[in-house]
């Protein structure tokens, strides 16, 4: 009902890396804004922001219309950037992981190829390690 999908302009588009924490009162009240199609739910209060994890910025965090009606508060905003940091960290031990285990497997592979050379195995048998060795 709302129309096509965001596409991310005014302030919710800025570049993550520029976008400090901040909490408004009213978002359509801000500079950068621009109106929400007709059928969107309001965003009367929201706080957002993007923490950089080790030197990156995965993405953006939005809250809105706290359930009490009231503002978001200092507090809140140390909850929420706790929250986006062990986010971010999660993510960022992910990737690290996922390096890790691409290392490892390329690690196997060239010592099953070195084996096969040392060996004295026929060509096609190294080639065929070589083909399936990862990211081939």
Do not use: C
């Amino acid at each position: 009902m709302i129309g096509p999908r965001p596409t991310g302009h005014g302030l919710l588009g800025s570049p993550v890396e520029e976008l400090a924490p901040l909490r408004l009162p009213d978002l359509s009240r801000h500079a950068a804004s621009v109106r929400f199609p007709p059928q969107h739910l309001p965003d009367a209060q929201p706080a957002g922001g993007a923490d950089p994890v080790a030197g990156r910025v995965y993405g953006r965090l939005y809250l809105t219309e706290m359930t009490t009606g009231q503002a978001f508060t200092e507090d809140d905003e140390v909850i929420v950037r706790a929250l986006a940091a062990a986010a971010g960290a999660a993510v960022d031990n992910g990737r690290l992981y996922e390096q890790g285990q691409r290392q490892r497997r390329w690690l196997e592979a060239t010592g099953e190829v070195t084996t096969a050379l040392l060996a004295g195995s026929d060509a096609k048998h190294t080639l065929l390690l070589i083909a399936a060795a990862p990211g081939n």
